[in-house]
């Protein structure tokens, strides 16, 4: 790889400003100075510095996000605050995007990453993917509404989703429940419910695979995937790159 095209994907700069800085002498490549911008140079084994940092080069980044209620689950919108927005600009420069989405107004696990082939695998309808919702419900969920999940609900435009496994923790004008699809269509577990004849009011992913929600963050909060948890969602070739 190019050394100046590693520094500006480590968030050092555009070209031009990483060429600026190179020129005034601040890179060096295994302890000598280095202007030339066109050096390629292997990550892995040479040691970059800028200044008196040391340049720690990483392909891919995987954030485990709470996603907060008032965001939308894109990298750019022209009328809303997205989840990118959520990340610093040290974070935002590796050009993550939210693999899957989550509603405006729900809640919870979302995983972000730069991986491309990641984010289609765990997204693609072909695998099955499961995804474990918590919601509260304006209506008395019943054993009915059980069965009609597990065998598959027509939604109002017609469309038949696969089954899903609903559970009831309270039942009751108000009840509370737990859902688990293997799609991510549009709005999905509310328009199951709406064909049901009951509403949603609250929302929150809690599982998406084996990748389970990290009960300690806060909404609005993030941190970068453990060992363990790359193991779950990712061939070991990919996570050791």
């Known amino acids: 790889m190019r050394l100046d095209k590693l520094l ?48 720690h080069y990483q392909k891919y980044i995987y954030l485990m996000m709470n996603k907060p209620p008032g965001f939308v689950s894109a990298t750019v919108d022209d009328k809303e605050k997205t989840v990118i927005d959520l990340l610093p600009s040290n974070i935002q420069h590796y050009n993550p995007f939210p693999v899957g989405r989550l509603d405006k107004d729900t809640e919870g696990l979302l995983l972000l990453t730069n991986n491309g082939e990641l984010g289609h695998k765990l997204t693609s309808p072909k695998k099955d993917i499961t995804k474990l919702y918590y919601a509260k419900i304006d209506g008395h969920v019943t054993s009915e509404d059980v069965n009609r999940f597990a065998e598959g609900l027509e939604l109002e435009d017609g469309y038949e989703t696969k089954p899903a496994k609903l559970r009831i923790l309270i039942a009751g004008e108000s009840s509370e429940i737990e859902v688990i699809i293997t799609e991510g269509k549009y709005h999905q577990v509310k328009r199951m419910f709406a064909a049901v004849g009951k509403k949603v009011t609250y929302l929150k992913r809690l599982k998406m695979g084996m990748l389970e929600l990290d009960p300690s963050l806060k909404n609005g909060h993030y941190r970068e995937l453990t060992e363990d948890e790359l193991t779950l969602i990712l061939p070991k070739k990919i996570a050791d790159e």
């Open 8 to 55: 500006a994907n480590m968030g050092y700069g555009s070209r031009k400003e990483v060429k600026n800085i190179l020129k005034q002498k601040k890179v060096s490549v295994n302890n000598s100075i280095t202007k030339d911008g066109k050096v390629h140079i292997d990550p892995s084994t040479d040691v970059i510095q800028v200044g008196e940092d040391t340049v």
